[in-house]
């Protein structure tokens, strides 16, 4: 069950918010456990027992880690054990049938093969309910939270149904106080709606428009690619998957405030960065710091000689590409990506830093676009391919035919409004409102604008659900 669709908005959603707040204040954490754990039994049904077994797993490990905390080597034993039994059921689910395949392709003779076996299904959210669990015993090894007693509140905050399909990744330490008490007010909540508004609206007004135009170019066979395709196709997977995943983090978020809960933000306006190390400050926030704190301090950080820290960003980001999915793609892009950011450690930063912004802009956006055709493509052969069209810049072409095919009258201005909308904009709006209410007493414009552009904004999303079956969510297959 996504959030944009008709069941969730319609019928899921207001159930929960009602029986939430009918519910006495003792019972809220029961109540919006069992809804988080029906909304994932809703398409898991078969998986909610791994959910549990999560659960279990990292309670039990969490008061030992607490209970031997003065006994460095038991404490470190347990945090060890642990993360194995977490990475395992990770590996198990998301990763057996990648193994296995390349296994048979490396032992063809000896055929080592698991065509007859019934493929591993994996359970949606896996990768960042796992991450979320780990982030919990780390933080209680580390000693910056006590261990939960409660395995009600552990339970609600590894299965928490706004963030447990596709984050963002909320880290124990950032809402164990208010698992235990949380503010509910009138304006937290309409903050929330309005919050949860504007990243459905991105998600069903530009993200899938663009989608549908990406999946038309990317569908298209090596030999149909032109230079122009390439990069129309490109430019509209960008920024499908920006407002497809800052989009639910926004309902996300937006959903968490509704029950009571303040996520971190996830995204900070990427596409504006002069850098790959800036991007990813701005990009899937939750995912970069968790990697940061948990995998790349563990290695020693940029506290170990230069040759380590170049190699610890490798790690790092070729982690980063094996979350994303079990497919040599995803390896590529990661390591992709960590190349440049080894490049920018190295002292290229300090060459990029002295050229011209538009410039920095534009190495920036290369690398980024490139990345995303690794991201995208279904295999290596293809992307190698796309990006050979990217660069051949003598074919050019673009028949009529194409243009009918691919573009029309909407896409066109969801490219201009995604465009523009992928910049601050918006808040520099906001912004400026703020001032002129502060100078000008002027609490009627702002008001206005407040309440009347989610409404307009909430009208064509419902709109568009109601009209359309085109509806994916990229970043489920992770």
């Not at 880690?65 to 990475?87: A, C, G, P």
């Not at 170990?304 to 079990?326: E, S």
């Not at 909407?410 to 201009?416: A, D, G, K, P, Q």
Request: contains cysteine.
């Amino acid at each position: 069950m996504v959030f944009s669709s008709p069941i969730f908005l319609f019928c899921f959603l207001p159930v929960a918010l009602l029986l939430y707040y009918v519910a006495p204040a003792t019972l809220k954490n029961i109540v919006l456990l069992i809804i988080s754990l029906l909304f994932y039994a809703w398409g898991e049904a078969g998986y909610v027992s791994v959910m549990l077994v999560s659960i279990g797993l990292n309670y039990v490990s969490g008061l030992l880690i607490f209970k031997y905390q003065e006994n460095k080597f038991i404490s470190t034993l347990y945090l060890l054990l642990s993360l194995i039994l977490n990475i395992g059921i990770l590996v198990y689910f998301k990763y057996y049938n990648f193994i296995l395949d390349n296994i048979d392709s490396l032992f063809t003779d000896v055929k080592i093969s698991h065509n007859q076996q019934e493929s591993i299904h994996l359970p949606l959210g896996i990768s960042f309910f796992t991450f979320q669990a780990i982030s919990y015993i780390v933080d209680v090894y580390r000693k910056e939270v006590p261990a939960q007693k409660n395995i009600l509140s552990l339970g609600l905050y590894i299965s928490l149904f706004p963030q447990l399909i596709a984050g963002p990744i909320v880290r124990y330490h950032d809402i164990a106080a208010q698992i235990k008490d949380r503010l509910h007010s009138i304006d937290v909540f309409s903050s929330g709606v309005t919050r949860f508004i504007y990243g459905l609206s991105k998600k069903i007004l530009i993200a899938n428009p663009l989608g549908s135009l990406a999946d038309s170019v990317f569908s298209l066979s090596s030999d149909e690619l032109t230079f122009s395709i390439a990069w129309i196709g490109v430019f509209a997977y960008a920024l499908q998957i920006y407002f497809d995943f800052s989009g639910y983090s926004d309902m996300a978020i937006g959903l968490g405030r509704m029950f009571g809960f303040r996520f971190l933000e996830n995204f900070n306006y990427p596409y504006i960065s002069r850098s790959l190390r800036e991007f990813w400050k701005r990009w899937h926030i939750s995912l970069s710091t968790w990697f940061r704190d948990y995998v790349y301090i563990a290695l020693g950080g940029n506290r170990v000689p230069t040759w380590r820290v170049y190699i610890n960003l490798f790690i790092v980001f070729m982690l980063t590409g094996i979350w994303h999915g079990a497919s040599w793609n995803f390896l590529l892009w990661g390591l992709f990506h960590g190349f440049f950011i080894t490049c920018e450690h190295a002292g290229f930063n300090k060459i990029l830093e002295r050229l011209w912004k538009p410039i920095q802009h534009c190495y920036l956006i290369s690398v980024i676009l490139f990345s995303w055709v690794l991201f995208r493509s279904e295999d290596i052969d293809y992307a190698i391919n796309y990006m050979g069209a990217m660069l051949d810049i003598d074919n050019m072409s673009l028949t009529r035919f194409q243009i009918e095919r691919l573009i029309n009258n909407e896409t066109i201005i969801v490219f201009l409004v995604g465009g523009i909308l992928s910049m601050p904009l918006y808040r520099l709006i906001h912004q400026k409102l703020f001032e002129f209410q502060r100078k000008n007493n002027g609490v009627f414009l702002v008001s206005a604008f407040q309440v009347f552009v989610p409404v307009i904004l909430m009208v064509l999303s419902i709109v568009k659900v109601s009209s359309s079956t085109y509806n994916p969510f990229i970043y489920f297959r992770f």
